[in-house]
Nanobody, 119 residues
Framework: QVQLVESGGGLVQPGGSLRLSCAASGSISSINAMGWYRQAPGKERELVAAITGGGRINYADSVKGRFTISRDNAKNTVDLQMNNLKPEDTAVYYC?????????????WGQGTQVTVSS
């Protein structure tokens, strides 16, 4: 079992910045990839950014050049630096971890943290 706790959300003006952090606990040795997803009201959950244990990174096209994901394997944390925020970035952001136990993949999710971009 893996537990994920997000922090760093809040209210910011357009063009501002926020840094989200996610801390993993539990069966952390089983974690392979970690990342961030977001979901706005009435919309599907979408991938924002993800990083594997080997360092491969994927970004959504809408955040490329503005967001940066980083991972500290020793601390079992993953951060998301969000710059030049836009109103359309407003959503609940969820930390995600993928684990592999005896060859069985599993997904784990944090409770989510609200990010609101508004003037």
């Amino acid at each position: 079992q893996v537990q994920l706790v997000e922090s760093g959300g809040g209210l910011v003006q357009p063009g501002g910045s926020l840094r989200l952090s996610c801390a993993a606990s539990g069966s952390i040795s089983s974690i392979n990839a970690m990342g961030w997803y977001r979901q706005a009201p009435g919309k599907e959950r979408e991938l924002v950014a993800a990083i594997t244990g080997g360092g491969r990174i994927n970004y959504a096209d809408s955040v490329k050049g503005r967001f940066t994901i980083s991972r500290d394997n020793a601390k079992n944390t993953v951060d998301l630096q969000m710059n030049n925020l836009k109103p359309e970035d407003t959503a609940v952001y969820y930390c995600n971890a993928k684990s592999f136990i005896i060859g069985i993949p599993s997904n784990y999710w944090g409770q989510g943290t609200q990010v609101t971009v508004s003037s």
